[in-house]
């Protein structure tokens, strides 16, 4: 794995790149889920370079390394998540200018709210996007975070970690695991994995986000994310696979990925795929059934490459 990185709007974003490959076919720009970082999901990396794709990513502002250190976890300032797709449009740029390949999004809780930004803007860019632990984000319980991020700002620093609004989220996602009385069981049904997540600093578990990011990512989320206009400016021939499980509280059980899926179809995009996985929970890719998980994910970059021929065009 190469690390390097850029400035942009006054900050340095940390990035990745795991480029053992041989003859590569493609590249595949992982976008992170909240609470973790880029270098989280070198497995999966490793498995993709094995099967002839090259993996970019970046650490998000707020996360990993681009956050500015241990002390700095959680913090943004200004419009965080507008920002982020800036970013994310730099590092498309950087890999579609020096590897000459198609480019494939592939999003992950967190990175599948970014996604709709995203396509709406650049998604002539892309391949393909795979969208993980899709969650949908016009309902009350964003309304809600949305007002108390934007009320609590005006009365401390933006800086604060939001406890109160963290709190709210977990319980609402960790509430139907409760009965197997560990943290963070919404996750994954793999112990070890949650091990791994809980024992990590940089991981949600030892930190929380700050109310400028909350500010940020609930207002966009609930007012401009699924706005019909913007899904119908996302490439009708863009393909896309949604993934869940049905029982990824996070998301509804399932519920909110067939509703993307459906609003998809509604805004006529020709080629919308959906798996759920039976009992798999939130992160997929630290699933007990990751394998099976993987192989979906290399097939159906594969399929983007093969079958409808979009991509990037000399």
Known sequence: MREFSFENKALTIYCYAWEDVKNPIGVVQIVHDL???CARYDVLARFLNANGFIVVGND???????CGGYDHRGE???DCLNDTIDDLAKLSEYSLSKYRLPLMYLGFGYGTVLAWHYTSKYGKNLAGCILSGAYYTVNLHTLLMSIIASTVIGFIQPT?????VNSIVYKKAARPFEHEKRKYAYLTRDVEEIKRYVGDPFCGAQFVMSYEFQKSYFNNSFW???VNKKFKEIPLDLPFLLLGGTEDSV???GRDVKKIYSKLIKTRHKY???NLYEKARHDLVDEINRDEVFTDIY???RKCLTAYGVGVKD
């Open 160 to 164: 604060t970690p939001a406890n109160f």
């Open 299 to 301: 097939l159906f970059l």
């Open 272 to 274: 919308v795929y959906m």
């Open 251 to 253: 998301a509804g059980f």
């Open 60 to 66: 998000l502002r707020g996360f990993g390394k681009t």
């Open 224 to 226: 401009t994310t699924f």
């Open 35 to 37: 609470g973790e970082y």
């Open 76 to 78: 943004v300032y200004g």
